[in-house]
């Protein structure tokens, strides 16, 4: 485990380093005001990043699950309204179990047909958005017609503060359900036999079945897994933004992939961890948020952020390589 | 109590139309070391897996404890105290050696959670019967072989084994290596633990096993304490032909012919320093030399892979100096690598497209292959290098490792090589196929003029199909064994004196 720790170690070093550069080129960087905004654009790649995380141990890769997050807020939204449903709780639990049985689809191709889970998800992600855009409705559910419940809800800040300007500003409570989420995955991976197959399998598939573990229940719930934190996050998502846009999330997993790759998860599977995926998720938002600070064009932000996803994956697969000599 | 272990009556196993067991029996007993030998495809891992419980018998009775065995799943296998260490180990290198070690027991004890510190407990109580220490914290992919083979022994005992079988457990390992794995294998019986040792190498097999059971083309052909067998006895039960052991004879031709291939000087500072080797056509000389002498730096720099070497190399009398591969073609040379199946082929085309792979521009008109030509071609090696199989579109994966290394010869050939450097040209090839190899070379060598370096590392396999033998020590050629002395006590003095 040591390799773990070293790779977080270095992942937090240059996180320091990167913060100290930032904040030298723009003080403004280190105000409470940014740091509070940092840490609110942290929890939606976050949690879809836990996903990822999983998925990428087990040696898989997805990339429908922005599309099903969307297709979870849209619908649960369009749900919320059609019913006049009043509370929170229940649409959450809707959009998780919408993005879980999504997710199992991903799954089922994946292990009964062996595919490649690139080309699953592509296909999986595809159809989702498509039948959602031509089925349910290409309208963008504005504030005006977004239930109240939802914003009231992901309005709850744990600190408030009113800066000089006299500006308004708090540190969104959601950051704590991301952590939460963080804190239950990290144990779980780590303590439980489930989690351990994720590794096992993400190592050696052949192995893990000669083994004894039921590699389909880990493909199962690793998908599940994923699809469901991207529910969840896609109406925490439209909560957050106070509305609805069934077009949203497009291009985003490649932020996300890019997020866990940078926090040390090994492309060929089997290696990762929570603590660096927490790392890699806040390096690649400060990243971007201080493009936008420094007035970077948004199409010159994709190109870091393919930067970003070429450079740590060639990064992790010369390490992983290197071990193997 | 019964006194058998295991016992397998009358297996008979088909996969569609093939049999790959026909009427197999098998008694193990408690505490012996048993081995199984066979050249491959013969039915050895067929038997395996029935013991294992992942194939199901079509025919056949299979006895534990005497008592009969119906609908046997890898589970219940495993529960009877019956552990397989397949040929890959089935290890996860990413997982540290506690954890590879402590995940079956938890797996079949149904554990839903991890507890870290009894992983260390079983990790630590598992390598304390084999009585080896190793680092717990240590990922699994940083061993080296023999010791991911201990973390597989060692895990394969937990859990009360019984009977542990090995599947070709000598491959990859050196020959200290063997002797501690022979150790340790004596270590689990003298716990009581049968050992079934599945191998292809006769001298390990006598060595090693007490009883042992010969298959051949799915049937059993021979079995009985070893005490009956000698190599000579097992190579005809696995062949099923005695196999000659003529040694190579060569007379130079008369005259003063020009020789194939004359190295002067050839040096590469650090590799090898002033080798002087003269090939004539028909020769098949052999290279040895323990790991590291410089001999395979030699052969690659002959093959223009490493170019920076001072000194000549003349081929049928005219200067070369290969810069590349492709130029060491060119003037004549071809080299089949130790490892055919990772460097040599490409296993999922056809034999016929491998056959091809380095001679295509030799069959262009234009830009255009020209096909009939490379057809005719093709066919003819094909038929001449006898390979086994319907058809030269047979992808090459489907053959046995004798026919892939002659798809590799004749590739070669059509690239009309005169001058052949062999590397371990029968590395992991049972022994029936080594025989039609060793058949194969002899024929290039007389009937094809060609000059032939076989550097190996298989000191029966020198003495028997070279004329001469060159040690070669720390960079330099320190030692030629001459026709007329060559024989394997002389060869393996020189070897020995080395160190």
Known sequence: ?325 | MSENLLELKNISKRFGGLVALDNVSLVLKPGEIHCLAGENGCGKSTIIKTIAGVYTPSEGEILIDGKPVTGFTPAQSVQRGIQVIYQDFSLFGNLTVAENLALNTMLLEGKKSVSWKRIRELATKALARLGVTMELDADVESLPTSGKQIVAIARAMMGDARLIIMDEPTTALTRPEVDALFRIVRDIQAQGIAVLFVSHKMREMLEISERLTVLRNGKKVAEGPIGDFNEAAITRAMTGHDLTDQTYEWAPAKGDVQPRLDVKQLSIPGAFENIDLTLRAGEIVGLSGLIGSGRTEFALALFGMNPKYTGSVTIDGKAVHPKSVQDAINSGLAYVPEDRLTEGLFLTQSIERNMLATSFENFVSGIFIDRKKADAATKAMFAAMQIAAPSPQTPVNHLSGGNQQRVVLARWLLTGARVLILNGPTVGVDVGSKAQIHRKIRELATENGLAVLMISDDVPELVQNCNRVIVMHRGRFVDEIAADTLNEDALNDRLKALK
């Not at chain 1, 059609?82 to 199992?104: D, K, M, N, S």
């Not at chain 1, 559910?141 to 500006?167: C, Y």
């Not at chain 1, 040390?264 to 990243?287: N, W």
Request: proline share 2%.
């Open chain 1, 1 to 325: 485990m040591t390799i773990f720790r070293r790779s977080e170690f270095i992942i937090a070093a240059i996180l320091v380093v990167a913060m100290i550069f930032i904040g030298l080129i723009n003080p403004a960087f280190w105000s409470m005001d940014n740091m509070f905004g940092l840490l609110r654009s942290n929890v939606i790649i976050g949690i879809m990043a836990l996903g990822v995380l999983v998925v990428m141990i087990s040696g898989g890769i997805d990339v429908s699950f922005t599309a099903f997050a969307v297709a979870a807020m849209y619908l649960t939204v369009k749900g919320m309204l059609y019913f006049g449903y009043e509370g929170v709780l229940v649409p959450f639990i809707a959009a998780t179990l919408i993005g879980l049985v999504l997710g199992a689809f991903n799954a089922f191709f994946i292990h009964t047909f062996r595919m490649i889970p690139l080309i699953v998800t592509l296909g999986t992600g595809s159809v989702v958005r498509g039948l959602l855009l031509g089925l349910v409705g290409t309208s963008i559910i504005n504030i005006d017609k977004m239930p109240p419940q939802l914003i009231n809800f992901a309005k709850v800040n744990l600190v408030n503060a009113t800066s000089a300007t006299g500006t308004n500003y708090g540190l969104t409570a959601m950051i704590l359900i991301y952590l939460g989420l963080a804190l239950v995955t990290h144990l779980f991976l780590r303590y439980t036999m489930i989690g351990r197959s994720i590794f096992a399998y993400g190592g050696a598939p052949e192995a893990a079945k000669r083994v004894g573990f039921d590699t389909r229940k880990t493909l199962l719930f690793v998908y599940c897994f994923a699809g469901a934190l991207a529910g969840f996050a896609g109406l925490l998502q439209g909560s957050m933004i106070w509305q609805a846009n069934p077009r949203d999330f497009a291009g985003f997993e490649l932020d996300v992939i890019a997020a866990v790759v940078l926090g040390g998860a090994s492309i060929f599977g089997g290696r990762g961890s929570v603590a660096g995926t927490l790392l890699g998720v806040f390096m690649l938002v400060m990243v971007k948020n201080s493009l936008i600070i420094m007035k970077v064009d948004t199409t010159w932000q994709r190109v870091v952020v393919g930067l970003i996803i070429v450079g740590a994956t060639a990064l992790t697969a010369w390490r992983d390589r290197k071990k193997l000599v």
